[in-house]
């Protein structure tokens, strides 16, 4: 690869939508700054919308054999491989990376190659973190490995963003992080302007979009959608996402069932979920932690009314009785209540809701805010 007297950048994921939908702003800021720009991720060429989008910024598209959920010797092996054949050619100035592989992998390899910079972006703990039931030797044993890579890959990087405080706590924590390392950003933010106000449709409809895993909550939005439609059987449940590879996913069984009962309108995948926010009254998400939920913030850019958890992540978007209900994270009972709230209360104090969270998506969590304060700190 010829040289392009630019400063070179590398960004690593492990979910290959989330360069365009999470983001796509950054990098055309990047580009627009002059650097030349390298997206990194598992199946990117492959999907002709996604390497279209990533092509329009002028960045430039790389896959890599990455299993974001797996631990697999081999796939590690080749995924090293990979990324060091990468960086070799590439020759970056920064790297940034974010998801837990990317994370270890692309710090790792970015030492050995002695980039400049090397950042990371911490997007939440992950289930080996956050299921706290599960007690299996396989769960302990990985997420002994992920602690170790972690604190190797923490000793290595300059700076470390963080999407919530107490994300940022804990690891400061846990794992000795300096202050000076360590920036606290809201989340991945949201483009504004792409994700328009748009006024509440008049029928009753919950949403939730998610990939499809126990973590995010999606368990209990099926048992409160089958409550609720007992004795509410006019309202309908939207769902958005997908089943991957992930240990923590739902089985398709589960999911023909409620489908099949007419409990939920499932979608599957969608690239834009525009028109699905327009056309839901309510925004769902239960999680049981996050690092900032991009679904959550699309949602209010639009003027939804929101249902969450008071968890970390979650709680920092929803101002209870203000732009939606905070419930207890796991609470099927809690959920189903505050969907009787928003079913019960006045179109106008819904549409009230709405406008506050606008409101807050505009003034915290505006992802040209969020963007500038990375790229203020990855500066060579």
Partial sequence: MKNSGKNKIILVSSIP???VLFRGNLIKSLINLNFEVHALAPNLT????????????????HDIPLKSSLISPVNDILLLIRLSKLFLQIKPDIVLSYNIKPVVFGTLVARIFRVKKIYAIITGVGFYFTDQKNKSFKKIFIKKI????????????????????????????????????????NGSGVDVSYYKFSQLPKKMSFLMISRLIKSKGIVEYLEAAKIIKSKYPLIKFHLVGYIDDNVDSISRNLLEEFIQ???????????????????????????????????VLEAMSIGRPIISTDV????????????????????VKDLVSAMEKMINLPNDQLQKMG??????????????IINRKIIQNINL
């Fill in 17 to 19: 939508d989330s360069l």
């Fill in 261 to 295: 009962k007419e409990i939920i309108v499932f979608y599957g995948k969608i690239n834009d979920v525009r028109q699905k926010i327009i056309d839901s009254k309510v925004y769902v998400l239960p999680s049981y932690r996050e690092g900032t939920p991009r679904s």
């Fill in 146 to 185: 992920i602690t170790v890579l972690y604190k190797i890959s923490f000793k290595i990087l300059d700076k470390i963003f963080f999407q919530n405080k107490d994300d940022l706590n804990l690891f400061k924590k846990n794992f000795n992080i300096s202050q000076k390392k360590s920036i606290l950003i």
């Fill in 46 to 61: 492959k999907s002709r919308y996604f390497l279209d989008k990533i092509n329009s910024y002028g960045a430039i598209a």
């Fill in 355 to 368: 406008i506050q969270s606008r409101r807050i998506a505009e003034t915290k969590f505006d992802d040209n």
């Fill in 312 to 331: 970390p992540g979650c709680k920092e978007t929803v101002f209870n009785e203000i732009n939606g209900f905070k419930i207890r994270s796991k609470s």
